[in-house]
């Protein structure tokens, strides 16, 4: 296991269609992360989870947006009714089991999305 | 509201020379910091993570200074290669919250 993998790496959808993308964290971490990035900004927090429980969601997490983590391992992210706004490269990340205190997320390659 | 902001968006460099790339938060609370590199088309890579019991902590060619009295966070980047030639981010978290809170980056550029 080389790192976290995303997929896909870019999508193009038309405006009102449903879009899921993939994560598989470092399979040792237990936390996996979505954050939503647009372009020159920093990333932006969306969703947590630990294994298979979703622990904490931003306020960016608009209710076309749901993740699911059902096994504790891959997570999907999935956007409906896709609106030109959700353009953006989506991120995951993974971290280890450390207990209370934080450690360094694991950043996969994102999934461009664009919406037309 | 919590914000993690960088003082400059772009910083020129001659190859070989030394960066600094400064980063202010907001937040008295946070207890934990991290820079990313992030080249263009990739996820963000990790470069080097600091607690907040700590003022000072050295990777391979990258120092993090932490000053939680003004707080300020620098990343220091000796013998600056081409290589080096990416956005950086600093980020913050702190205990009891695990997602993290980013700036907008600075670009690093490296002339030969």
């Known amino acids: 296991d080389t790192g976290v993998s995303q997929d896909p790496r870019h999508k193009i959808t038309k405006r009102g269609q449903n879009v899921t993308f993939r994560c598989d964290p470092i399979?040792?971490?237990?936390?996996l992360y979505w954050y939503r990035q647009t372009l020159g900004q920093g990333p932006e927090f969306l969703t947590y989870?630990?294994?298979?429980?979703?622990?904490?969601k931003s306020r960016l997490l608009s209710d076309r947006f749901s993740a699911e983590r059902p096994k504790g391992s891959f997570s999907t992210l999935e956007i409906q009714r896709t609106e030109q706004g959700d353009s953006a490269m989506y991120l995951c990340?993974?971290?280890?089991?450390?207990?209370?205190?934080?450690?360094?997320?694991?950043f996969g390659q994102g999934t461009r999305l664009t919406v037309v | 509201g919590e914000s993690v902001g960088l003082h400059l968006p772009t910083l020129s460099v001659q190859e070989g020379d030394n960066s600094i790339i400064n980063c202010a938060y907001s937040?008295?609370?946070?207890?934990?910091f991290i820079w990313y590199k992030q080249e263009s088309g990739k996820g963000p890579q990790f470069i080097i993570d600091?607690?907040?019991?700590?003022d000072k902590r050295q990777g391979q060619r990258v120092t993090v200074l932490l000053n939680k009295t003004v707080k300020h966070l620098s990343l220091q980047i000796a013998a600056t290669q081409p290589g080096d030639s990416a956005v950086y981010f600093c980020?913050?978290?702190?205990?009891?919250?695990?997602?993290?809170?980013f700036g907008s980056g600075t670009r690093l550029q490296v002339q030969p």
């Open positions: 990340a993974s971290t280890e089991n450390s207990g209370t205190a934080n450690t360094e997320a694991f």
């Open positions: 399979s040792e971490h237990n936390r």
């Open positions: 989870f630990q294994n298979e429980a979703q622990l904490e």
């Open positions: 937040n008295s609370a946070s207890d934990y």
């Open positions: 600091i607690r907040s019991n700590m």
């Open positions: 980020a913050e978290s702190y205990t009891g919250r695990r997602a993290l809170t």
